[in-house]
């Protein structure tokens, strides 16, 4: 099946990283340091929305606390900056939960006239997870979202990932430079395709499904975010050829994002494809939002 994406229509240098993750989250004032890889700013002591607290529970809904939790420290928030002082300068959030936990990164805007990911990435960049940090780069190639292309100048940001080599442009470089440092247990990269995966309906496409890594239960934890997402959004509500599937394991054989975490760093992870074919920007961002909140679930971020 030939990517469709090439074609689609729009939808809708240094940096700075300290040694440790948790490095960047020792104050809650609100300033920008300078350190050996970019710009580090803390945004604020506390985010604005939590982690929904139930596989089933709405993202966009405020998450119940117990007395217990109300005692916690509040998630520290900051910022760091890719490629700084350039075009494509693009800001990464990380949320830092009181309670230690695993390490989680969400991308979106890889392709920049995919905007239902971009818009759900920017959500969950907001979220107070209970435990565990959460790294959100929602905004991936900053020119071609500016744009709404596919392409930037510099070409497609999610063809720039070659495995076992070093990634082809300054942009790509520190994308996988921050992705390597902070180590993540998992890596999820949302996207949209103008057609559905396996399907005759509408045009070809790659949408309606969650395509793991060849990494431990990537794909068990898939088949269960398809269920899941079948069940609570679209059984009932559209035509079959609208459910969720578990697309092809990603084993690092092509330059992409996704292709070289399951292949250079061996790390579960998720390429998510929502399709555009007949459905609102607000539906695919909902679909996105919802499929990003099961997955983090299933790795620990609550």
């Known amino acids: 099946m030939t990517d469709p994406n090439a074609t689609d229509d729009v939808e809708g240098s240094n940096r700075s990283r300290p040694t440790t993750r948790r490095s960047l989250l020792t104050s809650g004032a609100a300033v ?19 982690c929904p607290s ?51 990164m969400v991308v979106g805007g890889m392709d920049g006239n995919e905007q239902a990911g971009i818009e759900a990435a920017s959500r969950i960049s907001k979220w107070k997870p209970e435990r565990g940090t959460l ?29 076992n080599r070093t990634p082809t442009t300054p942009l790509a ?35 309606q499904a969650i395509y793991p890594s060849a990494v431990g239960n990537s794909r068990r934890i898939a088949a269960d975010t398809a269920e899941f997402m079948n069940d609570e959004y679209v059984d009932g509500a ?12 990603l084993r690092g054989n092509k330059p992409k994002l996704m292709h070289k975490v399951a292949g250079d760093l061996e790390r579960p992870g ?27 679930r299933a790795h620990g971020i609550r």
């Open 173 to 207: 470089r520190e994308l996988w430079n921050l992705i390597t440092e902070i180590d993540p247990t998992v890596v999820i990269d949302f996207h949209s395709s103008k057609g559905i995966w396996g399907s005759d309906l509408g045009p070809d496409g790659y949408g």
């Open 54 to 104: 139930s596989p089933t529970e709405d993202p966009s809904e405020e998450a119940p606390t117990t007395p217990d939790e109300d005692n916690q420290d509040p998630p520290r928030r900051e910022s760091l900056t890719l490629q700084s002082n350039t075009a494509y300068e693009t800001e990464v959030f990380i949320t830092d939960a009181a309670r230690p936990g695993p390490t989680a």
């Open 238 to 249: 559209y035509p079959s050829a609208y459910r969720v599937t578990v697309g092809n394991t």
């Open 270 to 296: 998720y390429l998510t494809e929502v399709t555009r074919y007949d459905t609102s920007l607000a539906t695919r961002i909902e679909w996105t939002t919802a499929m990003g909140a099961r997955l983090l």
């Open 32 to 50: 920008a340091v300078s350190t050996g890889i970019g710009t580090v700013g803390t945004v604020s002591a506390r985010a604005d929305d939590p």
């Open 135 to 163: 790294v959100v780069l929602p905004e991936a190639d900053a020119v071609a979202v500016d744009q709404r292309t596919y392409n930037s100048p510099r070409g497609n940001l999610n063809r720039q990932f070659p495995a």
